[in-house]
């Protein structure tokens, strides 16, 4: 496994949660772009957001915008998401997963994967 993610955990409403996906030992992350997606029970693979390989530039999906933050530190070689304000229906297994070049919102699109870690919202 080239990625790692970490992070998840019960979270109340409105509260904040940080994942991290970290490359393993001998995969280094700075040459791929990175894209966080989530998979909620019963419901489809959805992307959430994404960055590229120098973090200049990063996209989010309308469902997050405004409250999360993508973000990589390529010295750590790992890249984050900070989840705020969030709702019972980020409830999911949030994935990181890397490819080269341009990030792309479509998972098929992506080479390494991480594990999953579970992200749950409820009071």
């Known amino acids: 496994v080239q990625l790692q993610a970490s992070g998840g955990g019960l979270a109340q409403p409105e509260g904040s949660l940080r994942l991290s996906c970290a490359g393993a030992?001998?995969?280094?992350?700075?040459?791929?772009?990175i894209a966080w997606f989530r998979q909620a029970p019963g419901k489809e693979r959805e992307w959430i957001s994404c960055?590229?390989?120098?973090?200049?530039?990063?996209v989010y999906a309308d469902s997050v915008k405004g409250r999360f933050t993508i973000s990589r530190d390529n010295r750590k070689n790992t890249v984050y998401l900070q989840m705020g304000s969030l709702k019972p229906e980020d409830t999911a297994v949030y994935y990181c997963?890397?490819?080269?070049?341009?990030?792309?919102?479509?998972?098929?699109?992506?080479?390494?994967w991480g594990q999953g870690t579970l992200v749950t919202v409820s009071s």
């Open positions: 960055i590229t390989s120098s973090g200049e530039t990063t």
């Open positions: 030992s001998g995969f280094d992350i700075y040459n791929y772009a």
């Open positions: 997963a890397a490819r080269r070049g341009w990030p792309r919102a479509n998972g098929d699109e992506y080479n390494f």
